[in-house]
């Protein structure tokens, strides 16, 4: 039976590690820019980079592992993943609150 790469146990890893870095990362510059969304998009794009960084690292200065195109596309899904989460948290905390106000 064929395998798809996308959908095994370590690209699951894959996305919920960069998932939990997007959110650290995003946080920690949320803190510096409340008002905006910019220190979310900030936490998502260190992550992917982070993740580009570790596959070329594997390529060039490994023999055991190797680079995986579909291990970043996982990191930025779970990237993405936490964007979205954080998005909608957020759209509905200010609808919420729009209510209690008016």
């Known amino acids: 039976m064929p395998t798809i ?51 070329i690292l594997q390529r060039v200065c490994t023999t055991t592992r190797s680079a995986d195109v579909y291990d970043l596309l996982a990191d930025a899904c779970g990237a993405v993943t936490i964007i979205v989460v954080v998005a909608l948290f957020r759209r509905t905390a200010c609808a919420s609150e729009r209510r209690h106000v008016g």
């Open 5 to 55: 790469p996308l959908l095994g146990w370590d690209k699951l890893q894959h996305a919920t590690a960069y998932a939990v870095l997007t959110f650290l990362v995003g946080r920690a510059f949320d803190v510096l820019t409340p008002a905006s969304f910019h220190g979310w998009r900030v936490g998502a794009l260190v992550a992917v980079m982070f993740g580009g960084v570790m596959e």
